[in-house]
């Protein structure tokens, strides 16, 4: 069963996600920040994480940023979600080193066959 960190401040949309994901075998850990979702994917070695980029005290942006530059989980995909659907912020994203976008609301199929892109099924 694959790890999936979800690093996402609101709570509605948390508790859906993860859910929705939880019934597809997946084992769900979350932070509510960027500087949490660091430090989770240090401690916890998730095989992916699902980065909000709109988070208080460190935002995704930064956070993928550093969790990039980090050797020891520079290898975790993450997968940037985020209200901003133009092409500009899915160009951010990858240049902040996300190996790849989506948008929210999210498009659950889509957004699953992302993930088991990465991880499997």
């Known amino acids: 069963m694959a790890k999936l960190l979800y690093v996402e401040d609101n709570e509605m949309n948390r508790d859906m996600l993860s859910r929705r994901l939880s019934r597809r075998g997946y084992e769900i850990i979350m932070a509510f920040d960027g500087q949490a979702g660091l430090e989770m994917m240090r401690n916890e070695s998730p095989d992916l994480v699902l980065m909000d980029m709109g988070l208080p005290v460190l935002d995704g942006w930064e956070a993928t940023i550093q969790a990039k530059a980090d050797d020891s989980i ?48």
């Open 74 to 121: 520079s290898s975790i995909p993450i997968i940037a979600l985020t209200a901003h659907a133009l092409e500009s912020d899915k160009q951010k994203a990858l240049e902040c080193g996300a190996d790849d976008f989506d948008t929210k609301p999210v498009d659950f199929k889509r957004l699953l066959e992302k993930i088991e892109a990465f991880v499997g099924s």
